[in-house]
């Protein structure tokens, strides 16, 4: 229930994915590239920041080549922490290292209906009901905006995601969707009115935002302009690449890095040249193409090796990263959507990463699947109870019990059982009972998931906002589209 939620904390379980060498020598790599092949940044204000801080600027080419030292200092003024404000406090999602927390999957363009069982295209009543089933799970942290509001005109679409969640959750909000200046005001402007004045939102961001590079070394104008947009309000600011190995990356790992590393590290550099110490994040979810038909594929040991690297990346940098996981490539909830999402999520949270998205899509990040939310959520859970590892302490050891108990007895009606039996990990999907019993009806995790999401679709009907807000943000989108309508 939204009164909590369930992230990790603190695991007892770690991973080294990258020696303290070999982030050197990607970091090296990575500057060579930026200073001597450059990167594309087709805006004249970013590339006007850039000039004004010694970067060799092509205007032509709209190429910048910025010198290595530039950029260290630039990510120095970057702030290590900091939190990611809900409209709830209890809610808030604290970016300090210790903590990893689950968000939905961004930018789908069909959902399979809870109901009928139809792929259609998604609708803002679709954002909104995916919202209040991820705002009813305590292992969804946060809200990435989770599927396109198609029946809402493009130049404002964005905004009626936003709208569509503020109204029904107090969790933390991070869009995806908004690649232009214009918009990105407009948002301000709402999470301004919700936050209660600029300097409160500046002090408690509801609102973070999230931007993609253009692999192999661009980035889009629309988003660096966007994104200036929001560091100056004070927005966290993160840039994701996507970059694939053979395609849009070298087909080797390591320089898959360091193209993927140099996109999102020069982006997070001009954040801080333009607005020294505002908080930005490193982004990424890079993957492998399929070699025998050169598709994205959502899944495959290169992407779970990713996961655990780029995050000691964002340490390097001292920046909290948000890692793409659970993204599945596989068409429907079942084998390879558990393997994927599990190994993918295992990875990224080993290292500690602090946001992970990914939790309800299919096939690449497509198809909104309520089914696949909730076995996700079940899997977040699995993780959260792994990563607590084995505590050894007195109480744990539990002599006393033991010795109490002797040989051939029995616990359950220990104390100390009573006492800790709530620690011990329950499944809401995963099948124990006894064959006999599954025999009878045969029905699984996927059924028992698609009732439940029926449930809460049916019954739980958040409100976040007071009528007076929620008529505020119908104004600013209406003045929005009045304004920049075709």
């Given at each position: 229930m939204p009164n909590k939620i369930r992230s990790v904390h603190d695991p007892r379980i770690s991973l080294n994915i990258l020696?303290?060498?070999?982030?050197?020598?990607?970091?090296?790599?990575?500057?060579?590239?930026?200073?001597?092949?450059?990167?594309?940044?087709?805006?004249?204000?970013?590339?006007?920041?850039?000039?004004?801080?010694?970067?060799?600027?092509?205007?032509?080419?709209?190429?910048?080549?910025?010198?290595?030292?530039?950029?260290?200092?630039?990510?120095?003024?970057?702030?290590?922490?900091?939190?990611?404000?809900?409209?709830?406090?209890?809610?808030?999602?604290?970016?300090?290292?210790?903590?990893?927390?689950?968000?939905?999957?961004?930018?789908?363009?069909?959902?399979?209906?809870?109901?009928?069982?139809?792929?259609?295209?998604?609708?803002?009543?679709?954002?909104?009901?995916?919202?209040?089933?991820?705002?009813?799970?305590?292992?969804?942290?946060?809200?990435?905006?989770?599927?396109?509001?198609?029946?809402?005109?493009?130049?404002?679409?964005?905004?009626?995601?936003?709208?569509?969640?503020?109204?029904?959750?107090?969790?933390?909000?991070?869009?995806?969707?908004?690649?232009?200046?214009?918009?990105?005001?407009?948002?301000?402007?709402?999470?301004?009115?919700?936050?209660?004045?600029?300097?409160?939102?500046?002090?408690?961001?509801?609102?973070?935002?999230?931007?993609?590079?253009?692999?192999?070394?661009?980035?889009?104008?629309?988003?660096?302009?966007?994104?200036?947009?929001?560091?100056?309000?004070?927005?966290?600011?993160?840039?994701?690449?996507?970059?694939?190995?053979?395609?849009?990356?070298?087909?080797?790992?390591?320089?898959?890095?360091?193209?993927?590393?140099?996109?999102?590290?020069?982006?997070?550099?001009?954040?801080?040249?333009?607005?020294?110490?505002?908080?930005?994040?490193?982004?990424?979810?890079?993957?492998?193409?399929?070699?025998?038909?050169?598709?994205?594929?959502?899944?495959?040991?290169e992407d779970f090796l990713f996961g655990a690297a780029t995050n000691r990346l964002a340490d390097f940098y001292n920046v909290p990263l948000s890692m793409g996981a659970f993204a599945t490539g596989a068409k429907e909830p079942g084998w390879q959507s558990a393997v994927e999402n599990s190994l993918s999520a295992f990875m990224a949270v080993s290292t500690l990463s602090d946001m992970l998205l990914g939790a309800g899509l299919l096939h690449g990040s497509r198809i909104l699947s309520y089914e696949m939310l909730m076995l996700d959520a079940e899997i977040w859970s699995i993780l959260c109870a792994t990563f607590e590892g084995i505590i050894v302490d007195e109480e744990n050891l539990a002599l006393d019990v033991i010795r109490s108990v002797g040989p051939g007895g029995n616990f359950l009606a220990q104390k100390h059982t009573k006492k800790h039996m709530n620690e011990r990990w329950l499944p809401r999907y995963m099948d124990r009972r006894p064959y006999n019993v599954w025999e009878q009806k045969k029905d699984g995790a996927r059924e028992w998931a698609l009732q439940d999401a029926q449930r809460i679709l049916r019954e739980y009907h958040p409100q976040a906002l007071d009528e007076k807000l929620i008529a505020e943000l119908d104004r600013i989108i209406k003045a929005h589209e009045d304004k920049f309508k075709p």
């Amino acid at each position: 229930m939204p009164n909590k939620i369930r992230s990790v904390h603190d695991p007892r379980i770690s991973l080294n994915i990258l020696s303290k060498e070999d982030i050197e020598k990607i970091h090296t790599a990575t500057l060579d590239i930026i200073e001597s092949v450059g990167v594309r940044f087709p805006s004249h204000k970013a590339l006007d920041i850039l000039e004004a801080n010694h970067a060799v600027v092509d205007r032509e080419k709209m190429i910048a080549k910025i010198p290595g030292e530039v950029i260290e200092e630039a990510l120095s003024k970057a702030p290590p922490n900091y939190t990611l404000a809900a409209l709830e406090p209890a809610l808030d999602l604290p970016l300090d290292g210790t903590y990893s927390h689950l968000g939905t999957d961004g930018c789908g363009v069909e959902i399979l209906d809870a109901f009928t069982g139809e792929r259609r295209r998604t609708t803002k009543q679709d954002v909104s009901d995916v919202a209040r089933v991820a705002d009813y799970l305590d292992e969804i942290a946060f809200h990435w905006v989770p599927i396109s509001a198609q029946d809402c005109p493009p130049y404002s679409r964005s905004l009626h995601e936003l709208e569509a969640i503020w109204k029904v959750s107090k969790k933390h909000l991070q869009t995806e969707s908004i690649i232009n200046e214009n918009e990105m005001q407009t948002a301000i402007e709402m999470a301004v009115a919700i936050a209660g004045g600029k300097d409160a939102l500046r002090q408690r961001p509801i609102l973070s935002v999230m931007q993609c590079t253009t692999s192999p070394l661009s980035h889009d104008g629309g988003s660096l302009e966007a994104g200036l947009v929001a560091a100056e309000a004070g927005l966290p600011i993160g840039y994701m690449t996507m970059a694939s190995c053979a395609t849009t990356g070298p087909v080797t790992l390591a320089g898959n890095l360091v193209v993927g590393n140099a996109e999102v590290i020069s982006a997070l550099a001009l954040m801080e040249m333009a607005y020294p110490g505002c908080p930005v994040y490193y982004a990424a979810a890079q993957t492998a193409a399929d070699l025998r038909t050169g598709a994205y594929t959502g899944g495959g040991p290169e992407d779970f090796l990713f996961g655990a690297a780029t995050n000691r990346l964002a340490d390097f940098y001292n920046v909290p990263l948000s890692m793409g996981a659970f993204a599945t490539g596989a068409k429907e909830p079942g084998w390879q959507s558990a393997v994927e999402n599990s190994l993918s999520a295992f990875m990224a949270v080993s290292t500690l990463s602090d946001m992970l998205l990914g939790a309800g899509l299919l096939h690449g990040s497509r198809i909104l699947s309520y089914e696949m939310l909730m076995l996700d959520a079940e899997i977040w859970s699995i993780l959260c109870a792994t990563f607590e590892g084995i505590i050894v302490d007195e109480e744990n050891l539990a002599l006393d019990v033991i010795r109490s108990v002797g040989p051939g007895g029995n616990f359950l009606a220990q104390k100390h059982t009573k006492k800790h039996m709530n620690e011990r990990w329950l499944p809401r999907y995963m099948d124990r009972r006894p064959y006999n019993v599954w025999e009878q009806k045969k029905d699984g995790a996927r059924e028992w998931a698609l009732q439940d999401a029926q449930r809460i679709l049916r019954e739980y009907h958040p409100q976040a906002l007071d009528e007076k807000l929620i008529a505020e943000l119908d104004r600013i989108i209406k003045a929005h589209e009045d304004k920049f309508k075709p």
